[in-house]
């Protein structure tokens, strides 16, 4: 794995849609992160939400990342490798 510094021109353009996305959904000013873990066949995007924000970003029974999981998954057809999406506590 490696430090979300050094991630491929894919998994940096996951993260920026995964950072429209969950901007998109907090409010403004609210900070949060997302750190990228790539392996072979796999890039893991973490997203830090502060925990009072956790619940826009996660959605009534999990629809909201359920629905950014297939997002995200989807247009990791063309690097062949999955993308999975994890919000953090």
């Not at 894919?10 to 000013?29: H, Q, R, T, W």
């Not at 072979?40 to 009072?52: A, G, H, T, Y």
């Not at 359920?66 to 997002?71: L, N, W």
């Amino acid at each position: 794995m490696t430090s979300s510094s050094n991630t491929s021109e894919a998994s940096g353009d996951f993260k920026d849609l995964a950072e429209y996305v969950v901007g998109s959904l907090i409010d403004d000013g609210v900070d949060f992160r997302i750190e990228i873990e790539e392996s072979d066949d796999q890039i893991k995007l973490n997203v830090f939400v502060p925990s009072e924000h956790r619940g826009q970003v996660i959605g009534r029974g999990g629809r909201i990342a359920r629905s950014m999981r297939t997002i995200l998954d989807c247009s990791g057809i063309d690097s062949e490798r999955s993308v999975t999406l994890d919000i953090v506590d």
